[in-house]
């Protein structure tokens, strides 16, 4: 018992020595973690304001200035009747509720309770004189939105009736105009701020405390500062010392103006679209099986990589493959030289004396295409070249014509080539009927893709119209009026110091930007 009573004295002694190396240890632990949090409190601010950098400035209204990029800004400070979303799926901004009642005729329904920046409240009348005023100047960007419409009626104080000079496919898409309380009054709108100042140098943006999403939509961002520059040039240099956070450019060149280093980007594809038109009228293309081999033996990828030199997106189909109508559709070309040469063999086509050539009513056809491009686009000369050499690969003889402006216009209009390597300016809605519908550029006509065409006109499921579009892909790519190339790319920068999500799109640079800031570190 004597030898027992020792042990248990250690054991208790060894036990407390223990517990308070612990409980020091973890003081001191808790300690260090404060002080790392004060530290990073101390050093850390978050700067809520940003500052952008615009060139050619001339006018903050938006509808005089031919200035993209300030539309890009106007669209901070004024509001449309719809927005469109990241994926091009159409939401209310000003208006709660649209329909088309008919054809020709479309209702809106305003938000209740909408203020101007000034305070006073959003009427249809607003709208209806935004929609007057644009229509009387043609040089508006945004005349297109309203040229085909008849009349505009205030039915009520928040209820607004459009009559159509002629039905419109997706007219929905045409009410993202801004609306303006005003000419007299043009820098004035709904938006989440309003203009503080115009100066010669800079335009200041104050957050619009009225705003009526606010309470929903707080933006970290109090004030913007616009400078103002006389080139892109300038802007570039002030992006490199840091006079500007964040700059929209569609050169694909910037890097040799900004460098490699320092900032944040984000590239994304644009609205100019290139693509192979196909005469399915022509002579020889007028065989599915010939346009289809073509198809088969272009490869897209490698033109974007070895003449493009990545600085655009390789591009099926005429409409963004991030549209919500072709979520978990496939809309891709795989080349395969050798199911090209097999198309061919099966349908009647020998390879011989170094070309394609097929007995057809009693005459020897070859294949044998020239391929017309404007002699004044470089770079689509320099494309035109791949795709002969491509083609060649498999057989197919191309002769390449450069043609003057006069004759790439005649082309386009009178639809008498062969076969043209072109571009469009792609419409923001997901309207084809210039691809598909009468008198389209590649002289094609399929009964199907036009009733379908015609059914679109008055469907609004959403999973109905992606069902209707992947039948038309589906035919699409059975038929190949065209082959889709590739869509060049803008890019956005911004500096290192910059927080926020920057997913832009041809419509907006600034979804998620009520999260955007700028972290400043002493």
């Known amino acids: 018992m004597k030898n027992i009573i020792p042990k248990i004295i250690i054991t208790i002694l060894v036990l407390f020595i223990i517990l308070v190396a612990i409980f020091f240890t973890i003081k001191q632990n808790s300690k260090e973690n404060q002080q790392d949090l004060n530290i990073k409190y101390q050093t850390v601010n978050m700067v809520t304001n940003i500052r952008f950098g615009i060139s050619e400035y001339d006018s903050i209204n938006p509808y005089t200035t031919q ?17 469109i979303t990241e994926d091009y799926n159409l939401t209310g901004c000003l208006a709660k509720e649209w329909s088309k009642v ?70 929905e898409y045409n009410l993202i105009f801004p609306i303006v309380l005003s000419n007299k009054q043009d820098t004035i709108g709904t938006g989440k701020y309003k203009v503080n100042s115009i100066e010669a140098k800079k335009i200041e943006l104050i957050k619009n405390e009225s705003w009526h999403e606010i309470e929903n939509e707080n933006p970290n961002i109090k004030t913007i500062t616009i400078n103002l520059y006389k080139t892109m040039g300038e802007v ?37 679209y290139d693509y192979l038109a196909l005469n399915c009228k022509d002579t020889i293309l007028k065989y599915e099986e010939v346009r289809k081999a073509i198809n088969l033996a272009i490869d897209q990828e490698k033109i974007v990589s070895s003449i493009l030199e990545n600085k655009a997106y390789s591009s099926y189909f005429p409409i963004q493959q991030s549209s919500y109508l072709l979520k978990d559709i496939t809309v891709s070309n795989i080349s395969n030289s050798e199911d090209a040469k097999k198309l061919l063999e099966n349908n009647g086509w020998s390879y011989e004396y170094g070309i394609w050539q097929k007995e057809i009513e009693g005459r020897t056809r070859t294949i044998n295409i020239t391929l017309s491009v404007n002699k004044n686009d470089e770079k689509r000369i320099k494309v035109a070249e791949e795709i002969k050499k491509q083609l060649e690969n498999i057989g197919i003889k191309i002769l390449i014509e450069k043609v003057s402006d006069t004759k790439y216009q005649n082309y386009l209009k009178n639809r008498n080539y062969e076969m043209l390597l072109t571009g469009v300016y792609t419409s923001l809605s997901p309207d084809l009927n210039s691809f598909f519908g009468e008198n389209n550029l590649a002289n094609y006509k399929n009964e199907d893709i036009m009733y379908i065409l015609k059914e679109l006109n008055s469907i609004t499921d959403e999973n109905l119209q992606k069902e209707k579009y992947e039948k038309i892909i589906e035919i699409y790519k059975a038929e190949v009026p065209y082959i889709g190339l590739y869509r060049n790319q803008d890019i956005v920068v911004y500096s290192n110091d910059f927080r926020g999500d920057v997913t832009p799109n041809n419509y907006s640079l600034f979804y998620n930007f009520s999260k955007w800031y700028r972290e400043y570190v002493y």
Not at 67 to 83: A, G, T, V
Request: avoid cysteine; charged fraction near 25%; glycine fraction near 4%.
């Open 236 to 272: 570039y240099n002030a992006f490199k010392l840091g006079s500007i956070d964040f700059l929209h450019t569609t050169n694909s060149n910037i890097q040799e103006y900004i460098g490699t280093m320092g900032y944040g980007e984000s590239k994304y594809q644009n609205r100019e």
């Open 102 to 171: 008919e054809n020709k005729s479309y209702v809106i329904k305003l938000k209740e309770n909408i203020k101007w920046s000034n305070g006073e409240n959003l009427t249809a009348n607003n709208v209806k004189n935004s929609i007057e005023t644009i229509k009387k100047n043609k040089n508006s960007i945004y005349y297109e939105n309203v040229k085909d419409i008849k009349s505009v009626e205030a039915v009520d104080a928040t209820t607004i009736r459009i009559e159509l000079n002629s039905e419109i496919p997706f007219f």
């Open 67 to 83: 200035n993209r990029e300030i539309l890009y800004i106007d669209s901070l400070i004024f509001e449309p009747l719809l927005n």
